[in-house]
């Protein structure tokens, strides 16, 4: 009979505790709409179902999420998700990026990130079908417009390139607000692969360190090792009248750094980003890397790393044929109108004469062009990436006035080509004329 009152005295002091918490919540606030996306009605209500109750100041909570202490964590879901995207404050996203966050959203949808399962756990209701997922893809495919020549962008990376000196000592550059510091031998790093954003109209190299580039020869890429660091190089595009493009306009370069400890807090990495070509760091304060975090999310079974090696790079190939592999640097890049995409590497001579805009190479300076099909990334709907290997063409200067020797090979097998003399100097000719990205 005590024992029996003990556990009635307890049972009332928990359900008074109960109650009492009841009083004691946080405030989820509703702040006006002040603008949403220019969607269509059927777009608009799969980002609703899926993405409104966190992502936007109309949230609709259910009977249960508002009683504590699960009001708590309901609540820290709201003001977290409105940091990171808004709905309800469209308009205050740059017009540029608007698109972009479109492209960010489908693809956490796809890869299963957002929502969070524990949230559609009790949430049923906003589970995406696979067509109401089509339905947002659909969309965004037509948001994909084909590039035109534009003289303004032609300007503007013309200036762009004939003030950009790399011969010169760089300037202080700042470290952006998490404290890492910039690192300018990323020009110099190995090519790890490619990428076409026709979502946003950029392209990019992605060059990796020692470290990386000995994990991709190991196969240990899943996790990385510590000191493994990646450098994103993007530009704006320029497109000529045949479709080919080329790079425009320095954009930016971003960073991410392995060290599993110092950065256990952004899941193992230290990110970093800087801007045009005066490098201004990226992010207000230090939670920056909460945004490059969240963007990342989809490949948190891939160690956060959304770049596959591309297959023959410098970074990824044993130099069976001689070719000079461990030497190339990257000069330059391109997408050509056959859907194919290519990067142009140089050794130590040919880089310092193409960085400098030199009219000519001299003696034992070596280009290699190599040419990829494109394929669509799968980790990003609206990328391309460089699929299986087209060609790969080797220029070698000779000393004085003889002519540079020319070699091609094809197909993945990189089987020898015979050109024909014309065609050798037609090569030749394009290769040479190849203006080098800017890269400060």
Not at 91 to 105: A, N, R, V, Y
Not at 218 to 245: M, R, Y
Not at 330 to 344: E, H, N
Request: charged share 20%; glycine share 6%.
């Amino acid at each position: 009979m005590k024992r029996y009152k003990k556990w009635k005295v307890v049972l009332l002091i928990l359900m008074g505790c109960f109650i009492a918490l009841q009083f004691i919540r946080p405030r989820i606030t509703h702040p006006p709409v002040t603008g949403e996306p220019d969607v269509p009605p059927e777009v608009s209500a799969v980002l609703r179902k899926a993405c409104y109750d966190c992502h936007s100041n109309e949230t609709h909570l259910a009977w249960f999420d508002q009683i504590s202490p699960a009001i708590w964590l309901v609540a820290g879901h709201i003001t977290e998700g409105r940091k990171v995207l808004n709905f309800s404050n469209w308009d205050s996203i740059p017009k540029d990026q608007q698109k972009g966050k479109l492209f960010e959203s489908l693809n956490q949808m796809q890869f299963n990130v957002m929502p969070l399962s524990q949230y559609t756990a009790l949430h049923p209701a906003a589970r995406l079908t696979n067509d109401e997922i089509s339905i947002l893809k659909n969309y965004l495919a037509t948001q994909i417009t084909p590039l035109k020549p534009d003289s303004n962008k032609i300007a503007a990376a013309d200036r762009q390139y004939a003030a950009w000196q790399p011969d010169s000592p760089i300037a202080k550059v700042l470290p952006v607000p998490n404290g890492i510091a910039y690192m300018p031998d990323y020009k110099n790093w190995k090519a790890i692969s490619s990428t076409q954003r026709l979502d946003n109209g950029t392209m990019r190299v992605i060059t990796g360190n020692d470290i990386a580039v000995k994990a991709i020869r190991e196969h240990q890429t899943n996790p990385w090792p510590d000191g493994t660091a990646f450098a994103k190089i993007a530009w704006d595009e320029l497109t000529d009248a045949a479709g080919n493009v080329t790079p425009g306009e320095f954009k930016q370069v971003e960073f991410m750094i392995k060290d599993s400890h110092q950065y256990a807090a952004t899941k193992g990495w230290g990110w970093a980003r800087w801007k045009g070509t005066d490098l201004k760091p990226y992010g207000k304060n230090a939670m920056f890397t909460m945004e490059c975090v969240n963007c990342h999310q989809p490949m948190r079974n891939n160690d956060f790393v959304f770049t596959t090696p591309t297959q023959h790079t410098a970074a990824s190939l044993p130099d069976t044929l001689g070719l000079k592999m461990n030497e190339w640097k990257v000069i330059t890049s391109g997408i050509q109108q056959d859907q194919t995409m290519s990067t142009l590497y140089g050794n130590d001579r040919a880089i310092a004469s193409a960085r400098r805009g030199a009219a000519t190479y001299p003696a034992d300076a070596l280009l290699t062009l190599v040419t990829w099909k494109q394929q669509p990334d799968d980790h990003w709907f609206g990328a391309v990436i460089p699929g299986i290997v087209a060609s790969v063409e080797q220029v070698q200067f000779q000393p004085g006035n003889i002519s540079p020797l020319y070699k091609k090979y094809n197909g993945k097998n990189l089987v020898a080509d015979k050109t024909s003399e014309e065609e050798i100097k037609s090569r030749i000719a394009y290769i040479i004329r190849q203006r080098a990205s800017v890269m400060p």
